[in-house]
């Protein structure tokens, strides 16, 4: 069940990715989220949480496979971690000792 949510919530993100592409101005954006305060933290956090899905990837994933998973999360973002999380979620539960 966990996997169906995951895989949902990674499709709706991927249509909002999707849908801003195809009406946004990705210039402006860009220049707000380098520019304005708030875009700066929106940004650090974002690849704050790119660093803490790569380490938690790193340390289950081993080391080429790790690479494998780690390289396209600064390109592909948080859709790429669900994938991750989807296809490895049921050892992932298993190794940390929970039964759901």
């Not at 790569?54 to 396209?72: K, N, Q, S």
Request: hydrophobic share 60%.
């Amino acid at each position: 069940m966990m996997r169906l949510v995951l895989a949902g919530l990674g499709l709706s993100f991927a249509g909002t990715i999707a849908w801003a592409v195809a009406v946004g101005d990705f210039s402006a954006a860009g220049t707000w989220l380098t520019t304005d305060p708030w875009g700066i933290v929106t940004l650090a956090d974002l690849y704050f949480g790119f660093v803490l899905s790569a380490l938690v990837i790193a340390g289950f994933e081993r080391h080429w496979r790790a690479v494998l998973w780690i390289l396209p999360i600064p390109i592909l973002g948080n859709v790429w971690t669900v994938i991750w999380f989807i296809v490895r979620l049921p050892e992932l539960l298993r190794r940390l000792g929970s039964t759901s």
